[in-house]
């Protein structure tokens, strides 16, 4: 909208839609921060939430006992039901070491 203002010999033309386009930039900006302000709301929200079930499955971790580790069998066992055969060393001429004098 274009309204024409005299002030004495000169004629003035004020473009009103220079102030709706300005409320409009300064709204957006207003707009702009509003979502920042959100995202940054929703992501302290999400971090606050992990660590609380970080922390939470942290201590059922600690507390919860612990079960038997299974007990690997023994060699010397004679009881033991596995087919694992005896370790022997075998020693070959170049292991043995004789001092000479």
């Known amino acids: 909208m274009t ?3 005299t002030l ?3 004629t003035f ?4 839609t220079t102030r709706r386009e300005d409320f409009l930039y ?5 707009i702009v921060a509003a979502i920042v302000v959100v995202v940054i709301v929703i992501f302290t929200v999400v971090l ?7 922390r939470k499955m942290r201590i059922r ?4 006992p612990k079960g038997p580790k299974p007990a690997a069998p023994s060699a010397l066992d004679p009881n033991s039901n596995s087919s694992q055969q005896p370790t022997a060393v075998t020693f070959g001429p170049a292991d043995v070491h004789v001092e000479t004098r």
């Open 3 to 5: 309204t024409a203002t």
């Open 8 to 10: 004495g010999d000169a």
């Open 13 to 16: 033309f004020l473009n009103m």
């Open 26 to 30: 300064k709204s957006s900006g207003a």
């Open 48 to 54: 606050t939430l992990l660590k609380m079930y970080n």
């Open 61 to 64: 971790r600690e507390l919860e």
